[in-house]
């Protein structure tokens, strides 16, 4: 039907010109702040300048694709109101609900768009920018083990390295203590790491007797630990933020835990609520501002609903990002703080809808 055609054709001309709008103006203002950095980066290209800057519109298109999407509804239906053509629509039998599908419809699609964003763009793009960022922007670097004192380095097989020096040259750790379990530990003077298998020099194994007490049962000159591997830039990925993270990565870290990430629990499960959720927004969106723009008025206040649905939204994610905190803090249980703000609007927003366009 043309009606369908002109609200699709409308509604994503209005969404993709704010999107590119803002974009343009988020790039030229980032790129006036950071343009002393670029100018002193020797490989900086065209290629690594869009790159840079395409991670950048993923990193924000959680919010600014809803928000797109608010304007761009607002914009069609106040449009067609101040005309008088969404009179001649329904006097002529079209339902509420029917005129409203194709705004659902886009709705759908921006929802699918979000998971995959969440899911398949997000974690690299934030990996992209912070690599960036800490090499040409600012000098940072991972703490190299020099210093005389203890550290632990957690393994992938569920066990732990703690050690007292490790020299990154020699890729050699010293007074090392390798727990492969709870039942079985060894000691030892030093471990070379620059070859495979890992050598211990001067190493003592000590298991767990059946009176529960570790005991020293065997020593070695040089051992060979053929089960040890040690990802180096695991401290790194066991500090990375969680909101970087795939939700298939959050949930296998929540229902399925490994040692590296159990007490992080809390913090794992608000992200993985929040990604699951937060793609909703867009029906939100629609359910809370549609029925204000279709009402029949001789004066329609069009500043005091884009006024009012702007607070709307940016107090909405104002509350979520203080449940997500509340949340991650286990100030409130994740399962409760994460989806509150999401339940509360459903039902108010779907209630509003439900009385101002289905009956």
């Not at 343009?35 to 950048?56: E, G, R, V």
């Not at 079985?184 to 190493?203: A, D, H, Q, R, W």
């Not at 929040?274 to 004066?299: H, Q």
């Amino acid at each position: 039907m043309i009606w369908k055609k002109y609200l699709y054709r409308e509604t994503l001309k209005t969404l993709f010109s704010f999107l590119t709008g803002f974009y343009i103006l988020y790039i030229v203002m980032d790129y006036s702040i950071h343009a002393q950095h670029f100018s002193k980066m020797q490989s900086f290209s065209a290629t690594a300048f869009f790159i840079y800057y395409l991670c950048h519109i993923i990193k924000r298109l959680e919010m600014m694709l809803p928000l797109a999407f608010l304007i761009s509804t607002i914009k069609v239906l106040l449009q067609l109101n101040q005309r008088n053509e969404l009179i001649a629509l329904f006097a002529s039998g079209l339902q509420t609900s029917k005129f409203l599908r194709p705004f659902f419809l886009i709705a759908s699609i921006s929802t699918l768009v979000l998971f995959a964003n969440f899911q398949f763009f997000v974690p690299k793009s934030l990996d992209y920018l912070e690599n960036f960022e800490n090499m040409n922007f600012r000098n940072y670097s991972y703490k190299k083990y020099e210093t005389s004192s203890a550290y632990s380095m957690p393994l992938q097989s569920g066990g732990s390295l703690i050690f007292g020096k490790y020299f990154d040259d020699a890729k050699e750790f010293e007074d090392v203590y390798f727990i492969k379990t709870h039942n079985e530990v060894y000691k030892m003077k030093s471990l070379l790491t620059k070859e495979i298998p890992y050598t211990g020099n001067f190493v003592e194994c000590f298991k767990r007797t059946d009176d529960g007490i570790l005991s020293m049962v065997d020593t070695y000159e040089h051992l060979a630990f053929n089960d040890l591997a040690i990802d180096f830039s695991i401290r790194k990925k066991a500090e990375l933020p969680f909101e970087h993270r795939s939700i298939t990565n959050l949930y296998k870290q929540s229902y399925k835990p490994t040692n590296l990430y159990a007490k992080n629990a809390p913090k794992i499960k608000s992200q993985l609520y929040f990604k699951l959720l937060s793609p909703f927004i867009p029906f939100l969106v629609l359910m809370g501002a549609a029925p204000f723009c279709i009402r029949s008025s001789r004066r329609i206040p069009a500043f005091f609903i884009y006024a009012l649905s702007l607070f709307s939204f940016i107090t909405f994610f104002i509350i979520l990002d203080a449940a997500v905190i509340l949340g991650e803090n286990n100030t409130l249980h994740s399962l409760v703080a994460v989806p509150l703000p999401f339940l509360i609007c459903f039902i108010g927003g779907g209630c509003h809808y439900y009385r101002h366009t289905c009956k």
